[in-house]
């Protein structure tokens, strides 16, 4: 389920220590993975420090963009649940005082989205 999970858009949970492996030239020394979700080829990454989202790019997946968001420069951030007519859910993400989201995060079902959010909010309110 976990594989057409990703290619259907939903998130799914994955091994935190294979995330460190594969993240292993991103991460300083001493930060480790607290949760990982991968959406389709593209990472979403808790780490003791930050936010780290993986965009997997082209054909093989070989080119990637790394972006870092520290938990403190998190200001705000929205869930929004799907419906009957709108089944994706969405997660966006602001840093300082923005006022467009810094990150939109899309999943084709909320199924996931609140476990990243309650994440989210761990990190950003208890840091």
Same mark, same amino acid.
């Given at each position: 389920?976990?594989?057409f999970s990703?290619?259907m ?5 994955? /091994?935190?220590e294979? %995330? &460190? ?5 991103i991460?300083?020394e001493?930060?480790?993975v607290q949760?990982?979700?991968s959406?389709v080829r593209?990472l ?10 993986v965009?997997?790019?082209?054909m093989?997946?070989?080119k990637a963009?790394?972006?870092?968001l520290p938990?403190g420069?998190? /200001?705000?951030?929205t %869930? &929004?649940?799907s419906g ?7 997660l ?10 810094a ?6 079902s ?5 476990d990243i959010?309650k994440?989210l909010a761990a990190?950003?309110?208890?840091k």
């Open positions: 389920m976990g594989l990703g290619l858009g939903n998130a799914s949970q994955k /091994s935190n294979a %995330v &460190e492996q594969e993240l292993e030239a991460l300083i001493g930060e480790q949760l990982a979700y959406l593209d979403i990454v808790f780490t003791d420090y930050r936010l780290i989202l965009d997997k790019q082209g093989t997946g070989k963009s790394y972006k870092s938990y420069s998190i /200001s705000r951030f %869930v &929004e649940t009957h007519f709108d089944m994706d859910a969405e966006k993400i602001w840093i300082s005082s923005a006022l467009e989201p990150e939109v995060l899309q999943f084709k909320d199924r996931n989205v609140i959010q994440a990190a950003v309110l208890i």
